[in-house]
């Protein structure tokens, strides 16, 4: 298992423990939840499933420059992630439905972020404490917030939300419990493919148990927040680390 991987647990799993403690600490903003509830949950499932083909095959269109050409213009693939996971927004317009259930809560929405801001760094100090030969913090800091990553951050927001959609119509039809197993199972078994390309070890096998172990940790606090807004950027922030994180 390599240092990149044994720091971002790490950093998951302050940045986990934080919001706990933020929720402890600031009970206004986490505390008004409506029970979310759907007349036919597994159908509302089946078509977040179904909207998610419809991004994958988006995706493949983007693979292939047939989206807006960007030529590196980072704006214009912003402006093309957006469109990927587009079918997302379009499902909950046309089934007329809250964003709520995309976990985007209207009220106190500059707040959360914040918080999600503060604890991201936080998160970030962790990763760069672990890892061995990491640059500069301030270098890994100036390089994550920088407007270059504009096309990332709308990507991470975007799959955000759309694991958002799937996880609260399935959660309503079987469960939260069982909901975030099945989640953060199938997060560890994404990770499967590139093993098996590889050549499997016991020591890599032992990372999918860690990928299950750390789904469960953060969707258990981004599902009892129901929020995506202080999510995304610590999401974005340790995604970017693979990037600037060193060697």
Not at 150 to 178: C, P, Y
Request: proline content about 3%.
């Amino acid at each position: 298992m390599n240092n990149h991987y044994i720091s971002l647990m790490a950093a998951y799993g302050t940045g986990v423990l934080l919001w706990f403690l933020a929720n402890y600490i600031f009970k206004s903003l986490w505390k008004d939840h409506k029970t979310i509830t759907f007349k036919k949950p597994w159908l509302e499932f089946i078509f977040s499933i179904m909207a998610v083909i419809v991004i994958i095959g988006i995706g493949q269109l983007y693979m292939r420059d047939l989206l807006i050409p960007h030529d590196g213009n980072k704006i214009i693939d912003a402006i093309n992630q957006f469109l990927i996971f587009s079918p997302t927004l379009l499902l909950i317009y046309i089934r007329k439905q809250p964003i709520e259930t995309i976990w985007l809560p209207k009220s106190k929405v500059l707040y959360r972020f914040l918080v999600g801001v503060v604890i991201a760094i936080c998160s970030l100090i962790v990763y760069w404490l672990v890892r061995k030969n990491a640059p500069s913090f301030e270098s890994i800091l100036t390089n994550t917030f920088h407007p270059k990553n504009i096309s990332h951050l709308v990507q991470v927001f975007m799959e955000d939300i759309t694991i958002a959609l799937i996880f609260v119509r399935l959660s309503a039809w079987i469960g939260n419990q069982k909901s975030i197993a099945i989640v953060a199972i199938l997060f560890a078994a994404g990770h499967i493919p590139s093993l098996l390309s590889n050549g499997f070890s016991v020591l890599e096998l032992s990372s999918l148990f860690l990928d299950a172990f750390i789904g469960v940790l953060v969707l258990s606090a981004v599902s009892k927040s129901r929020d995506v807004w202080w999510f995304f950027i610590l999401h974005f922030t340790l995604d970017m680390s693979q990037f600037y994180g060193g060697q």
